[in-house]
């Protein structure tokens, strides 16, 4: 009789329900990179490695932190691009301005900071404040300096990517915001060297280019290997703050498709770019103090697979909601 009591409570915590393991989780590569798995698939990459001057190759290795795509079901393979190739500052997923500029303290103007080829000025990882991975989602908020051409820290981002799984597809979640270190700052450039971007593997360029099509809000699917741009010329609707973009191409015999979805709530007008090797995105004129900063967000969503216009329309509906 006496063990019963015992024996009762060993009972109620044998059928207490089971705490499932988290699906995803972080691998750190100390000072390079840090992955994400989810069910022990390598999902995403952020290459974080800070600036290395030591000689030309290295510092345009580790100029900006960015994040790679693994390809569906490799541990060793990129949907994404990065270093060389055609046009070595795209970076998969990337963010910054090739015409920054600011007023300091002393009144004195500051022009042509370009942390989107980072030939001066870069941008560097300094932590990371929060990281986080569980059943549903991952995700990490970065602390990033933006330094000028003089070596300066001129503006301070906090970065969060937030990563998680709807059926197979891979759902991107991108918030940044920049906060001026001076009186103010205006983040400028043109659709194809600034904004929010994403860039597909150089094998895209060097193989099935003309393969590569895009999903338009109004025109629906557009002809493989023809582009829409946004220029001075061609300021219309089809160029300009869309709510979305689709871009399906070819890797090694596999189609891919990512759905790029803008928030009403970012800076407009956003003036979009295309290109058949894979790169796509918008971009904005913004001015920011450190009383306004700029803070914006964006959503990918990634299919090995293709998407319909309706199909991208509807997440669009839901990332605004």
């Not at 490799?74 to 963010?95: L, M, V």
């Not at 980072?118 to 970065?142: M, N, P, V, W």
């Not at 904004?195 to 699917?221: E, L």
Request: with cysteine; glycine share 6%; hydrophobic share 30%.
């Amino acid at each position: 009789m006496t063990k019963l009591p015992a024996l009762t409570a060993l009972l109620s915590v044998l059928s207490l329900p089971l705490v499932a393991q988290a699906e995803f989780s972080w691998e750190d590569t100390e000072g390079k990179y840090v992955d994400l798995k989810n069910d022990g698939r390598s999902v995403a990459r952020y290459v974080y490695e800070g600036i290395d001057e030591s000689t030309p190759e290295r510092r345009e290795e580790t100029y900006k932190p960015f994040c790679h795509i693994y390809q569906w079901g490799s541990d060793d393979a990129f949907i994404t691009k990065g270093p060389g190739g055609k046009f070595t500052h795209h970076r998969g997923i990337y963010y910054g301005f090739s015409k920054c500029s600011y007023t300091d303290a002393d009144g004195e103007t500051h022009k042509n900071i370009d942390t989107w080829h980072c030939r001066q000025a870069y941008e560097i990882h300094r932590e990371f404040l929060k990281q986080e991975a569980g059943e549903d989602s991952a995700s990490f908020t970065a602390a990033i300096d933006w330094i000028d051409n003089e070596g300066n820290v001129f503006v301070k981002e906090e970065r969060t990517m937030t990563f998680s799984m709807e059926d197979k597809d891979l759902v991107v979640d991108f918030s940044s915001t920049l906060t001026p270190t001076v009186p103010s700052v205006k983040f400028d450039g043109d659709p194809q060297h600034a904004g929010f971007q994403f860039r597909a593997n150089n094998d895209v360029n060097d193989k099935t280019a003309k393969q590569t099509y895009y999903i338009r809000p109004k025109s629906g699917v557009g002809k493989p290997g023809a582009t829409i741009n946004w220029s001075d010329k061609n300021d219309t609707e089809a160029t300009r703050d869309l709510p979305w973009k689709g871009m399906c191409f070819t890797l090694d015999k596999d189609k891919y498709t990512v759905a790029y979805l803008d928030h009403p709530k970012n800076p407009k007008p956003a003036r979009f770019s295309e290109r058949d090797y894979g790169r796509f995105g918008s971009y904005f004129v913004a001015d920011a103090t450190p009383e306004e900063p700029l803070t914006v967000n964006y959503r990918l969503k990634i299919r090995k697979g293709e998407m319909t216009p309706e199909e991208i329309a509807a997440l669009s509906e839901e990332f605004v909601k």
